[in-house]
């Protein structure tokens, strides 16, 4: 029988001009003419040449976002001359910026990617945790966060000009959050810093820890992580174990654009935007073994809506109609995704709902639309079909989501195991492993859908490839091995499609329940940064070439993943 819920529910057109004058000015005689400027913030680089958007035949006025709040009017090209412009400059504090970089070195060029006029922007931190115990081993993840920043260019590196600071508060006063401290169903776990910045469209964004081992500034005024760096985690035994960084201190934490969900941040002149990063914790860390733990971060951000739109629910037992019992040992894990670019739809957060089967994700951007996938295992280990709730907009109470209790006998989940190896170059990576479904969602076609891994710690799908000692026979040569498991429903799941504020869930197709592995690899301490040639991999065999089929109450082996090319 179907269920059907009613739910609650820069200037454009610019083009560059450089002026001759510009290009022949040195450091020298910048810091000549701008002597009665002299003073704290005030800095002159070389300039190799500048170029600024304009339209000809006059250089327009060009926000500049410095403590001086100067701009530079509208000059006739016939005027920027030598003399001319150092006793403009001597009078004016031109090109002083501190947020917004005119400068490029070694003869290259540079273009302002700003728009005119400034906005501003609040940085919050989100993560509702799904792996604090008992789901998981940990009581507590610290990180210590001592920049966010922002870029417009899509393909900036590390250490390219124009990276716009959003936090500056957290520079001197850097701040060590608990990312397992957010109230159950509460939306911020903390507000980071707000700043102003030049208007545009920024397409990056990082976050920057403090490291490890306390070098490169300001530190908080109390560490949790006693004698174990700033970052750390506490599992539930109350050890403590540093959280492996690297260069990720130095070079950040990335959101790259296919991580901002909703698409780039736009700031407008004059407008407040709130920018909302959430920092999957239980995705980002990676067990290596001998009590060492490595961060790799897999976090997403996007422009949060100024009423902290959500998604929301009620996940109920389908044939009691009451939250679903899950005793000291059971659990209903709920994931929010998105398609990602291969089509398939990847976790962005994940919940565990509360004891009356309630979640909520928020903040969320504005306009997004999502997948919510619900799984659950009840205190006598029973195990439920995954749920799922296709092409939810944010601001939607899904009110009550059935879940139906498995009639296969037993009525367990089934448990994928197998291993993933790689080879070339230094031949140890991190690898992510996950399961999906092919589901068929009315009017929108065929998809992908990742199903959580169920379980607590029986489930490990964040691996360290980076030793031989685990590879079978038949292994590639030199490669390294490791092991992963993915606790799964042993049924099909139960499928619904948000249309006109209603939603009605099938049954679970009988028969044969299909899966697919999908393994991605990641280089070691490398912030995320993917690995391996393809980097991507998906197997949906077990181990004797069959179809992948789950089988309940049973570990079924998967066939190998081999990645190669790993450097």
């Not at 949790?224 to 506490?234: D, I, L, P, T, W």
């Not at 912030?527 to 980097?535: D, Y």
């Amino acid at each position: 029988m179907a269920m059907r819920t009613e739910l609650a529910g820069g200037r454009e057109g610019c083009r560059s001009v450089s002026s001759p004058a510009l290009r022949h000015f040195s450091a020298a005689n910048l810091h000549a003419g701008a002597a009665a400027l002299d003073g704290p913030g005030v800095s002159f680089l070389q300039f190799q040449r500048v170029v600024i958007p304009a339209q000809a035949p006059r250089l327009t006025p060009v926000h500049l976002d410095s403590r001086w709040g100067l701009i530079m009017g509208n000059f006739q090209h016939k005027y920027i001359k030598s003399r001319t412009f150092l006793r403009c400059l001597a009078g004016l504090a031109v090109f002083v910026a501190l947020s917004v970089s005119l400068v490029s070195c070694g003869g290259s060029t540079t273009t302002l990617g700003v728009g005119s006029g400034t906005g501003s922007i609040t940085v919050s931190l989100s993560d509702p945790p799904s792996c604090a115990f008992p789901n998981g081993s940990f009581e507590h993840v610290y990180v210590t966060i001592r920049s966010v920043q922002a870029h417009m260019s899509a393909s900036a590196a590390d250490n390219s000009a124009g990276w716009q600071e959003l936090t500056p508060q957290l520079n001197s006063a850097p701040k060590q959050i608990d990312l397992f401290s957010l109230a159950s169903n509460a939306c911020l776990l903390a507000t980071l810093g707000n700043a102003a910045l030049p208007a545009g469209t920024y397409q990056q964004i990082r976050l920057l820890l403090v490291p490890n081992s306390g070098a490169m500034g300001p530190l908080p005024p109390t560490n949790a992580c006693a004698g174990q760096g700033f970052n750390c985690v506490v599992l539930h035994d109350g050890s403590l174990h540093e959280l492996q960084l690297s260069s990720q201190a130095n070079t950040g934490l990335k959101i790259p654009p296919g991580q901002i969900v909703g698409g780039p941040i736009s700031v407008g002149a004059g407008q407040d935007v709130d920018l909302n990063i959430d920092f999957n914790t239980c995705a980002s860390i990676v067990p290596e073994g001998s009590g060492q733990y490595r961060l790799k971060p897999a976090l997403t951000g996007g422009q949060a809506s100024k009423n902290s739109i959500g998604i929301s629910g009620t996940i109920i037992d389908a044939t009691s109609g009451a939250p679903v019992s899950v005793g000291a040992t059971g659990a209903v894990l709920v994931a929010l995704e998105q398609p990602d670019k291969t089509g398939a739809d990847v976790i962005l957060r994940e919940t565990v709902a509360d004891s009356s089967g309630n979640f909520n994700f928020c903040p969320l951007p504005p306009g997004a639309i999502f997948d919510v996938v619900v799984v659950a295992i009840n205190g006598s280990g029973a195990a439920y079909n995954a749920t799922i709730a296709a092409n939810v907009p944010g601001g939607t109470n899904l009110n009550l989501i059935p879940v139906n209790i498995e009639t296969t006998s037993p009525n367990m989940p089934t448990s994928f195991q197998g291993v993933v190896t790689a080879s070339g170059g230094s031949a140890s990576i991190d690898a992510a492993v996950s399961a999906l479904q092919s589901v068929n969602l009315p009017n929108i076609g065929t998809r992908g859908v990742t199903i959580p891994a169920e379980g607590g710690n029986n489930s490990a799908s964040n691996i360290s490839v980076a030793s031989n000692t685990l590879c079978p026979a038949g292994a590639p040569p030199s490669a390294n091995c490791a092991i992963y498991t993915l606790i799964e429903p042993a049924s099909n799941p139960r499928i619904g499609v948000f249309n006109a504020r209603t939603i009605s869930y099938s049954m679970p197709l009988p028969g044969a329940v299909p899966y697919t592995v999908r393994a991605d690899a990641f280089a070691p301490l490398g912030g995320g940064t993917s690995s391996c040639s393809p980097s991507s991999k998906t197997i949906n065999l077990d181990a004797s070439g069959h179809a992948l089929n789950a089988v309940p109450g049973s570990t079924v082996p998967v066939k190998e993943v081999d990645f190669a090319g790993c450097s």
